[in-house]
């Protein structure tokens, strides 16, 4: 199992150009899912029946995986069997069997106001690196833009006549006005 886990590893980073996090995450569910495997004596990705995986379903609500857990090695499970299917490496896809669990959205918490004051007073020197982390910080909050976002910036993403910045995340353009106090 491991060469195929590779090869899928291997086409992630070379052709869809995913990031290292995105890579370690399938990698680290991918071996979850062969150590259990290996426990039920499957040794190669040919052998793996659609019982196998309804049974690491099973597993992972026994262990009380979380649903956002489950449901990530789900994802990742599936794009291993559909790589290896593409690939030939084995017959068929058989993951339509795999089925993610409805995952809870929780309301986000809003700070209160002394929160955020206290938040927004922490880089509260002079030097270089508290200056940024203070713009940073205010930037953030003013605008609500995500922290992706934030690292992205680049001087030519700020218009000072028009009071605006534009940041991308995940390929889309977003244009954020700002007050400038």
């Known amino acids: 199992m491991q060469k195929e886990i590779d090869a899928f590893i291997s086409y992630l980073h070379n052709v869809k150009k995913t990031s290292s996090n995105t890579e370690l995450s399938y990698q680290r569910d991918l071996k979850k899912f062969v150590a259990f495997l290996e426990k039920r004596n499957v040794k190669s990705a040919a052998e793996i029946t659609k019982d196998d995986l309804s049974a690491y379903m099973d597993y992972m609500k026994t262990e009380d995986f979380k649903p956002a857990t489950i449901s990530r090695n789900v994802a990742s499970i ?5 790589f290896m299917a593409y690939e030939g490496m084995v017959k068929e896809d ?3 069997v795999l089925k993610s669990p409805k995952i809870e959205k929780k309301a ?14 922490q880089p509260n020197g002079d030097t270089p690196k508290e200056i940024r982390d203070k713009a940073m910080l205010e930037l953030l909050y003013a605008t609500g833009i995500r922290v992706s976002e934030l690292i992205t910036l680049k001087s ?3 218009n000072l006549q028009m009071n605006y910045i534009v940041c991308n995340h995940g390929g889309k353009e977003r244009i954020i006005p700002f007050a400038v106090c």
């Open 156 to 158: 030519e993403d700020l």
């Open 108 to 121: 986000p918490e809003i700070m209160t106001m002394n929160e955020v004051n206290t938040l927004l007073e």
């Open 78 to 82: 599936k794009a291993l069997f559909h």
């Open 94 to 96: 058989i993951s339509s």
